[in-house]
């Protein structure tokens, strides 16, 4: 996972990211690479990992925008990150060639039991 390691150092120094962004897609590489001077924390989660075996421990207490075009594996990353203790939310993007056509937003707190 692309950017855990900054965060990790953020929270040691004792502070708690406004946010922490979360992307699913690899073509989004770059946007975990650099991060923003305003709070904010970036992760990129590879295809290839294993969604149950992330450790989102540096996560507990922050909102986390988890960002992709696959529904299933934004939802299991929030499911991860909830068990964690974090506030998570996705936003399912449908990206076309000229940008994104649309986005759904959806919140594990916010489902029906």
Known sequence: MI????????????????????????????????WPEDGQARLLVDPSEAVHRLDFRPCIGCVCMVCGSDEGRIKAICEVLQAAGAKPFGMLEVRKPW????T???????QEA
């Open 3 to 34: 950017g855990i390691q900054p965060l990790i150092a953020m929270r040691r120094r004792g502070i708690r990211p406004v946010l922490v962004a979360v992307e699913t897609d690899p073509s989004m590489r770059s946007f975990a690479m650099v």
């Open 99 to 102: 940008g994104v056509e649309r």
């Open 104 to 110: 759904e937003v959806f919140n594990p707190d916010l």
